[in-house]
């Protein structure tokens, strides 16, 4: 991986990054304010030898204290020295819970001994290092006097008494604020990094190499209004869901452009990709814009365009299927864009038998005559075949991919079943596409994307000739006055 693909792991999950800065620091602030502050005071005791003599005497003795003092530090260091002092100050500790708190080490090439003990009381601290030293030049003395001499080989001096400490040593706020900030970082860009290898969700189309020349037909970005507004014709006009329908629409007109009439399939790989909405939506971006178009509510198993457009679902598709009712006595519609709408009807017990029908492919030819577009809403693709057999019937099928959610093996596998029924892939599109989203929308707020070679390169701040040339075509769809003289940039070829 390069830098800027840690950049762009950074940018896109930022929120994880920050998450586990905030709880490391947290972490450590809440572990500093509860610590104890702990007081050390320190002395050093200089070792030499005793005996009186030559110049190279003095030197062999410095030599020998050298190599003793090393000994002595282990010494001061253990529980046996410890004991002496509690038995001297009438300690209530343990032998080992002093050693703990007591350390000695020898200054590089010299013969000194430099004590350190920690206490919570800094005047303890002190106390107890003055009965140290005592103890210290005691064991000094009786490890280093031969027998029957009285005079020892080796002696302890202290040359610098215990100090009175003067602030606590322990803990240090800014210095385990600094290290956990470093670390939280460390660790969320971390995690970061492990959730991007391990995301098996699809962000672009180019995330399936088997896939990366399907057309993406439009980007929809996120937005929490769509749970109460879901129609666009509820919206603004300028409004970036209402930008991003149009653009889809736009798109599908292209495909087979030579058709007089044509039908679209609008699925997914699995529910909950919001593929009833995108269907109903594209729908009403055709009817507003003055097309011909009649929506099909094919979902026989959880209808919902009824929901959508707020007409009845008493009479439906079903109820023609059976011939219960005539197509004219079925069809509605919808009274804010004029879109005529066939819904589902009474849900069967049969739904794959009835799609499969006869029935259903002169239903079909019947909508062809009547109508210049058919959109079809009908079921995800990976728990029925309902979709695939419509698609097979129809010009093909567009698949709703929830950015972020939809997986890799789920889109590759909705594709398998189209392809088992020779339906043809017309395109997808990405739906839910956060704000910073990568590959989608460009700089001025649009929440759509056309293709990934452009929306990779306008995402880097590079317009090529063919983005250019998009944008001004879209202004003039915007206008309601398309320019059909020269074939799109966002259709792939």
Not at 127 to 138: F, G, H, K, P, Y
Not at 222 to 251: K, M, W
Not at 301 to 330: E, F
Not at 347 to 370: K, T
Request: net charge negative; aromatic share 4%; glycine share 8%.
């Amino acid at each position: 991986m390069e830098l800027r693909d840690y950049l762009r792991i950074a940018r896109r999950r930022w929120l994880l990054i920050l998450l586990s800065t905030l709880a490391a620091v947290g972490i450590a602030a809440v572990a500093t304010a509860q610590a104890t502050p702990q007081y050390e005071s320190s002395a050093r005791v200089f070792v030499s030898t005793s005996a009186d003599g030559s110049t190279s005497d003095a030197y062999q003795g410095g030599l020998f204290s050298q190599q003793r003092v090393a000994s002595y530090a282990d010494v001061v260091n253990g529980v046996d020295i410890a004991q002496r002092v509690i038995d001297d100050l009438q300690l209530d500790v343990s032998a080992e819970d002093l050693a703990s708190r007591i350390t000695a080490t020898v200054v590089p090439e010299t013969v000194l001994l430099e004590v350190t003990v920690t206490d919570a009381n800094r005047f303890e601290a002190q106390r107890v290092n003055e009965a140290l030293m005592s103890q210290i030049q005691d064991v000094i003395s009786e490890l280093e006097t031969p027998p029957g001499s009285r005079v020892a080989t080796l002696k302890a001096t202290v040359v610098d008494t215990p100090t009175l400490p003067g602030s606590a040593v322990s803990p240090q706020p800014l210095r385990n604020l600094g290290l956990a900030l470093a670390l939280g970082l460390l660790l969320g860009l971390g995690l970061a990094v492990a959730r991007e290898l391990l995301d098996n969700s699809v962000k672009a189309i180019s995330d399936v190499p088997d896939l990366a020349q399907v057309p993406v037909l439009s980007g929809l970005s996120y937005d929490p209004q769509v749970f109460g507004v879901p129609l666009i014709t509820e919206l603004p006009s300028h409004s970036p869901r209402v930008e991003a329908y149009r653009v889809l629409r736009t798109n599908m007109e292209f495909l087979d452009v030579d058709a007089t009439s044509k039908a679209f399939v609008v699925t997914s790989s699995v529910p909950g990709e919001g593929k009833s909405t995108t269907s109903t939506n594209a729908a009403l971006a055709f009817a507003v814009a003055g097309r011909n178009v009649v929506l099909v509510d094919a979902d026989l198993r959880r209808p919902q365009v009824a929901r959508l457009t707020g007409l009845v679902d008493d009479v439906g598709l079903t109820t023609v299927l059976a011939g219960r009712a005539g197509l004219d006595d079925a069809l509605q519609t919808h009274v804010e864009s004029g879109l005529t709408v066939l819904t589902s009807g009474a849900i069967p017990p049969n739904p794959a038998e009835l799609l499969q029908s006869r029935a259903m492919a002169e239903l079909l030819d019947r909508l062809r005559d009547r109508f210049a577009v058919i959109v079809i809403d009908a079921p995800p693709l990976l728990p029925v075949t309902d979709a695939a057999l419509l698609a097979s019937e129809a010009d093909g099928a567009v698949v709703v991919v929830r950015h972020g959610k939809t997986t890799k093996d789920q889109l590759r596998g909705a594709v398998d079943r189209l392809s088992g029924t020779d339906a043809s892939l017309l395109g997808v599109v990405f739906n839910m596409i956060p704000a910073r989203g990568a590959g989608y929308g460009y700089g001025y707020g649009y929440g759509y994307g056309y293709g990934p070679d452009e929306a990779t390169s306008s995402s880097r701040g590079r317009l090529t000739w063919r983005q250019r040339r998009d944008q001004r075509r879209q202004r003039r769809i915007k206008d309601k006055q398309p320019d059909a003289t020269t074939t799109p940039g966002w259709i792939q070829e």
